[in-house]
């Protein structure tokens, strides 16, 4: 067993399967050739709220995982559903224009909205909970945070945020380390595994079918006489189909160049404290938010249904998984809650997000009938399930919401593939000397 499926046993250990997603079976590798309407390629949330979507208008889907159902960053992440998207609205402006900034925003609230209406509706038992907070760390930070809570109030007509000053957030938090908070209480958090297999058996049961540990190799479009048609390869089979949507993110890999030179594999790292009980588990988020600073290098964390603490952090740009992960997020979660010393670390797990240049969301076509959802930069529990949704409309004729984010323009990262890597690390040291400062 390799370092990473250590850390991957651990944390699905650490996960309360609800009843009937804990039995549910997928099918096992594509094996022989199948015909569909749509393939989708890749089983993280973005994949399998298209291939619900697409099942529900009535389309034949065939989802294939390299792996198993949420192996990437759906399954593994701070799970935080919040607004907007990573790089904000001003880049988002700068890049598109204040009308189709205004419309990401939209879909983006829209997509908080969605999530909510999905779990309710196929009864997904992934621990949702109401309530997220962006705290300040130091005096610019409180400038920028009350600069936000204004614009989305006058300029965006949000009025679920407001700014909490420093003695209130005392109340909240047992902290002394933040001075102020943007809290918003139509933001939220989940169990993030949980949230994703519940939208992969919905897709099921409306009639999609999911292959796992079906690594697809290669991806053509051919067009004869008019007529196009996709072909998926995997190692025992090919899909043929009209259409396909793949939603690969960090392990986009070799199947995609041109795509995976836009974004930039970065890993991140979790860890689930040994149950403290429910009333102290309650002492240190009071109002049970998902809590996370505006450091570059940033901190978060929230309470689990089963009473832990999971505090996440410690970002790597190098690609290297760095030496006692657990041990140095658990020293970062004692600067902000010295009294757990005496706590046990139980798990501790990490992956990958996919970052983009311009942290923007990357959607487009790879060509006319090959889709792609890429870029969320670690903002992507709500927005990938919209996402999903976005597609689903483009393939059935209706493209004009999907291609408000086709419309963002994005670039490679600098450096080519043997130095974008090292060009990043030391761009990222620069904003880091920023965050101490």
Same mark, same amino acid.
């Given at each position: 067993?390799?370092?990473?499926?250590?850390?991957?046993?651990?944390?699905?250990?650490?996960?309360?399967?609800?009843?009937?997603?804990?039995?549910? *079976?997928?099918?096992?590798?594509?094996?022989?050739?199948?015909?569909?309407?749509?393939?989708?390629?890749? +089983? +993280?949330?973005? +994949?399998?709220?298209?291939?619900?979507?697409?099942?529900?208008?009535?389309?034949?889907?065939?989802?294939?995982?390299?792996?198993?159902?949420?192996?990437?960053?759906?399954?593994?992440?701070?799970?935080?559903?919040?607004?907007? *998207?990573?790089?904000?609205?001003?880049?988002?402006?700068?890049?598109?224009?204040?009308?189709?900034?205004?419309?990401?925003?939209?879909?983006?609230?829209?997509?908080?909205?969605?999530?909510?209406?999905?779990?309710?509706?196929?009864?997904?038992?992934?621990?949702?909970?109401?309530?997220?907070?962006?705290?300040?760390?130091?005096?610019?930070?409180?400038?920028?945070?009350?600069?936000?809570? *204004?614009?989305?109030? !006058?300029?965006?007509?949000?009025?679920?945020?407001?700014?909490?000053?420093?003695?209130?957030?005392?109340?909240?938090?047992?902290?002394?380390?933040?001075?102020?908070?943007?809290?918003?209480?139509?933001?939220?958090?989940?169990?993030?595994? !949980?949230?994703?297999?519940?939208?992969?058996?919905?897709?099921?049961?409306?009639?999609?079918?999911?292959?796992?540990?079906?690594?697809?190799?290669?991806?053509?479009?051919?067009? !004869?006489?008019?007529?196009?048609?996709?072909?998926?390869?995997?190692?025992?089979?090919?899909?043929?189909?009209?259409?396909?949507?793949?939603?690969? !993110?960090?392990?986009?890999?070799?199947?995609?160049?041109?795509?995976?030179?836009?974004?930039? *594999?970065?890993?991140?790292?979790?860890?689930?404290?040994?149950?403290?009980?429910?009333?102290?588990?309650?002492?240190?988020?009071?109002?049970?938010?998902?809590?996370?600073?505006?450091?570059?290098?940033?901190?978060?964390?929230?309470?689990?249904?089963?009473?832990?603490?999971?505090?996440?952090?410690?970002?790597?740009?190098?690609?290297?998984?760095?030496?006692?992960?657990?041990?140095?997020?658990?020293?970062?979660?004692?600067?902000?809650?010295?009294?757990?010393?005496?706590?046990?670390?139980?798990?501790?797990?990490?992956?990958?997000?996919?970052?983009?240049?311009?942290?923007?969301?990357?959607?487009?076509?790879?060509?006319?009938?090959?889709?792609?959802?890429? +870029?969320?930069?670690?903002?992507?529990?709500?927005?990938?399930?919209?996402?999903?949704?976005?597609?689903?409309?483009?393939?059935?004729?209706?493209?004009?919401?999907?291609?408000?984010?086709?419309?963002?323009?994005?670039?490679?990262?600098?450096?080519?593939?043997?130095?974008?890597?090292?060009?990043?690390?030391?761009?990222?040291?620069?904003?880091?000397?920023?965050?101490?400062?």
């Amino acid at each position: 067993m390799s370092a990473g499926d250590a850390v991957r046993t651990a944390y699905a250990a650490s996960v309360r399967l609800p009843a009937g997603i804990a039995s549910l *079976a997928f099918d096992g590798p594509l094996a022989g050739d199948t015909d569909a309407d749509v393939c989708v390629v890749g +089983g +993280g949330i973005a +994949g399998c709220s298209a291939a619900l979507h697409l099942a529900e208008r009535g389309y034949r889907v065939l989802l294939l995982e390299a792996q198993d159902i949420g192996f990437g960053a759906s399954g593994r992440s701070g799970a935080q559903a919040i607004f907007g *998207a990573a790089c904000g609205q001003d880049k988002l402006r700068q890049l598109i224009g204040a009308g189709d900034a205004r419309r990401v925003w939209d879909l983006s609230v829209e997509a908080l909205a969605q999530q909510r209406s999905l779990i309710a509706r196929h009864q997904i038992d992934c621990d949702y909970v109401a309530g997220q907070m962006h705290v300040a760390i130091k005096p610019r930070q409180e400038a920028e945070l009350r600069t936000e809570v *204004a614009a989305l109030q !006058n300029q965006y007509d949000y009025p679920s945020v407001r700014y909490v000053e420093r003695d209130e957030l005392r109340t909240l938090l047992a902290t002394e380390r933040y001075t102020g908070a943007l809290f918003d209480t139509n933001s939220g958090h989940l169990q993030p595994l !949980n949230y994703t297999l519940g939208l992969a058996g919905a897709a099921a049961r409306a009639g999609a079918k999911i292959h796992t540990h079906s690594a697809v190799s290669a991806v053509d479009e051919t067009t !004869n006489g008019g007529t196009s048609q996709v072909r998926v390869h995997t190692a025992r089979g090919v899909v043929r189909c009209r259409h396909a949507v793949l939603c690969c !993110n960090a392990y986009i890999g070799a199947l995609a160049p041109a795509l995976a030179a836009r974004i930039m *594999a970065v890993g991140t790292y979790i860890v689930a404290t040994e149950p403290l009980g429910a009333e102290r588990a309650t002492s240190l988020i009071r109002n049970n938010a998902a809590v996370t600073d505006i450091n570059w290098v940033l901190d978060y964390f929230r309470r689990s249904a089963d009473h832990r603490l999971l505090f996440g952090g410690r970002v790597s740009y190098s690609g290297i998984d760095p030496l006692g992960t657990g041990a140095a997020t658990r020293l970062r979660m004692l600067r902000v809650f010295p009294q757990l010393r005496d706590v046990r670390i139980e798990y501790a797990w990490g992956g990958y997000v996919d970052i983009t240049l311009n942290r923007a969301p990357n959607f487009g076509r790879l060509s006319p009938n090959v889709y792609y959802l890429q +870029g969320f930069s670690g903002h992507g529990i709500a927005l990938t399930g919209i996402a999903g949704q976005l597609v689903a409309e483009a393939i059935a004729g209706s493209a004009e919401r999907f291609d408000v984010f086709a419309r963002i323009p994005h670039r490679g990262f600098p450096g080519g593939p043997a130095l974008r890597r090292p060009a990043l690390v030391l761009a990222m040291l620069w904003y880091r000397l920023r965050d101490l400062l």
